[in-house]
């Protein structure tokens, strides 16, 4: 862990900026080029090993942003990709060879899934998923050969939260390395290197970007682990275009704004529909009858801007619900400024077995809900609606 400069708020907008009196442009400068010419071959070679030798290798803007989100999770180094899963993949790779094996906490999300449960056991490397909140079976679960912990907190889309400084140690028992997505948490919310985690990982087209216009991704961690994912990266070749770093780094610019915002409304829908008639459970991580709560305030700063709910009825009716929604789009994305609704088992754990959707507790019937940062008056309205069109049209199959 790397200490800060300043506060959350601050690095958001000034991390990974020299703040000495200089000329200079204030926003980051796109470096929109492939390559980069020198003057001879003894240049050539000096600029294989910097940001301006050819873009797949590095970029003076991809630099740029990096060094801030490094400031921001309080890492050593960070490295952009062209999405999260990219990011995800890369990272693994790179930490793992065949032969090894994983340990993951079963929730996570699903095309995390799908890469480690079908796509590396292709490639000999095998991972076995543990109940998210029962360490005891992490540690049980860990053999001579294993080399990773995959963690996510908080889940998506159920939200459960994982204690970090447990899972750290027993990775730390065992000389395993950690890696987090904590795409849901955002470095505002939650700064898992603080808890000794090695690698933290996000899908940054959601809050880091923020605007619902971009895909990237970002892996933050220890100096020694970011120069091997580099390297892998270089090879597999899954880099940012600069342009949409330039875009990253300015959705950054207001990521503790939006953040705020989003915790203080997604708790104020959690705590409304948790006593709603047609809801029968709430998933928020600071919401009073979370069973993680207690653990939640001491390792969060916000519960974040995701929430999801069981409809008391049939997975018709969720679908029912999140079409009648207006202000709450459908679409499988969250973290944008505007909300999101979305059906788990028709998005994000669509690719993933029935059986494995069930033990994660994803049912048909799970509305997931990503706030964004409209009026809280007009989003729990819209919501109140969609509950009432539930509600008429299952009295109307009942009265049929
Ligand atoms: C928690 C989490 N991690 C990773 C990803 C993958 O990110 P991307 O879509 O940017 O590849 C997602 C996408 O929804 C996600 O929700």
């Given at each position: 862990?790397?200490?800060?400069?300043?506060?959350?708020?601050?690095?958001?907008?000034?991390?990974?900026?020299?703040?000495?009196?200089?000329?200079?442009?204030?926003?980051?400068?796109?470096?929109?080029?492939?390559?980069?010419?020198?003057?001879?071959?003894?240049?050539?070679?000096?600029?294989?090993?910097?940001?301006?030798?050819?873009?797949?290798?590095?970029?003076?803007?991809?630099?740029?942003?990096?060094?801030?989100l490094?400031?921001l999770e309080?890492?050593?180094?960070a490295?952009l990709f062209?999405s999260g899963m990219c990011a995800i993949t890369?990272t693994?790779?790179?930490?793992?060879?065949?032969?090894?094996?994983?340990?993951?906490q079963?929730d996570v999300y699903g095309g995390v899934t799908?890469?480690?449960?079908?796509?590396?056991?292709?490639?000999?490397?095998?991972?076995?998923?543990?109940?998210?909140?029962?360490?005891?079976?992490?540690?049980?679960?860990?053999?001579?050969?294993?080399?990773?912990?995959y963690l996510e907190s908080p889940t998506n889309p159920t939200l459960r939260v994982v204690?970090?400084?447990?899972?750290?140690?027993?990775?730390?028992?065992?000389?395993?390395?950690?890696l987090i997505d904590s795409t849901f948490a955002t470095p505002i919310n939650q700064r898992p290197?603080?808890?000794?985690v090695?690698i933290v990982v996000h899908s940054g087209t959601k809050y880091l970007a923020g605007?619902t216009?971009l895909i990237c991704g970002a892996a933050c961690?220890?100096?020694?682990?970011?120069?091997?994912?580099?390297?892998?990266?270089?090879?597999?070749?899954?880099?940012?275009?600069?342009?949409?770093?330039?875009?990253l780094?300015?959705g950054m610019?207001?990521l503790?704004?939006r953040v705020?915002?989003q915790?203080?409304?997604a708790?104020?829908?959690?705590?409304?529909?948790?006593?709603?008639?047609?809801?029968?459970?709430?998933?928020?991580p600071?919401?009073?009858?979370?069973?993680?709560?207690?653990?939640?305030?001491?390792?969060m700063?916000g519960g974040g801007g995701v929430?999801s709910?069981?409809?008391?009825?049939?997975?018709?009716?969720?679908?029912?619900?999140?079409?009648?929604?207006?202000?709450?789009?459908?679409?499988p994305s969250l973290g944008g400024?505007?909300?999101l609704?979305s059906?788990p088992?028709?998005?994000s754990h669509?690719?993933?077995?029935?059986?494995?959707?069930?033990?994660?507790?994803?049912?048909?019937?799970?509305?997931r809900?990503s706030?964004?940062?409209?009026?809280?008056?007009?989003?729990?309205?819209?919501?109140?609606?969609?509950?009432?069109?539930?509600?008429?049209?299952?009295?109307?199959?009942?009265?049929?």
């Amino acid at each position: 862990m790397k200490g800060h400069r300043f506060r959350p708020e601050t690095e958001a907008v000034r991390g990974g900026d020299h703040l000495e009196k200089r000329n200079a442009a204030l926003a980051q400068p796109i470096y929109q080029t492939s390559t980069f010419q020198v003057t001879d071959s003894d240049e050539q070679l000096r600029a294989t090993s910097t940001d301006m030798f050819y873009t797949r290798y590095g970029n003076p803007t991809h630099t740029a942003v990096e060094r801030a989100l490094a400031e921001l999770e309080g890492t050593d180094a960070a490295l952009l990709f062209a999405s999260g899963m990219c990011a995800i993949t890369t990272t693994v790779l790179a930490v793992v060879k065949t032969g090894d094996h994983i340990v993951a906490q079963r929730d996570v999300y699903g095309g995390v899934t799908k890469f480690l449960s079908a796509w590396l056991v292709q490639r000999g490397i095998e991972t076995t998923f543990v109940d998210t909140t029962e360490y005891d079976q992490h540690a049980r679960a860990i053999r001579p050969n294993t080399r990773l912990l995959y963690l996510e907190s908080p889940t998506n889309p159920t939200l459960r939260v994982v204690d970090l400084a447990k899972t750290v140690a027993i990775a730390r028992d065992h000389d395993l390395i950690t890696l987090i997505d904590s795409t849901f948490a955002t470095p505002i919310n939650q700064r898992p290197a603080e808890f000794g985690v090695d690698i933290v990982v996000h899908s940054g087209t959601k809050y880091l970007a923020g605007h619902t216009d971009l895909i990237c991704g970002a892996a933050c961690g220890r100096r020694d682990l970011i120069d091997r994912i580099r390297e892998t990266r270089t090879t597999l070749g899954g880099v940012m275009d600069p342009h949409a770093a330039f875009l990253l780094r300015r959705g950054m610019k207001t990521l503790a704004l939006r953040v705020a915002r989003q915790n203080q409304t997604a708790l104020q829908i959690a705590e409304h529909l948790a006593h709603h008639r047609k809801v029968r459970a709430v998933n928020y991580p600071f919401l009073e009858a979370h069973p993680q709560r207690a653990l939640a305030l001491k390792q969060m700063t916000g519960g974040g801007g995701v929430l999801s709910f069981e409809i008391d009825g049939t997975g018709e009716d969720a679908r029912r619900l999140s079409e009648s929604l207006h202000l709450f789009s459908l679409a499988p994305s969250l973290g944008g400024v505007e909300s999101l609704v979305s059906i788990p088992v028709l998005t994000s754990h669509a690719m993933i077995s029935p059986e494995h959707r069930q033990k994660m507790g994803v049912s048909e019937q799970l509305i997931r809900l990503s706030v964004g940062i409209e009026n809280a008056d007009d989003l729990l309205a819209d919501l109140d609606q969609a509950l009432a069109v539930v509600t008429r049209s299952q009295q109307q199959v009942a009265v049929g």
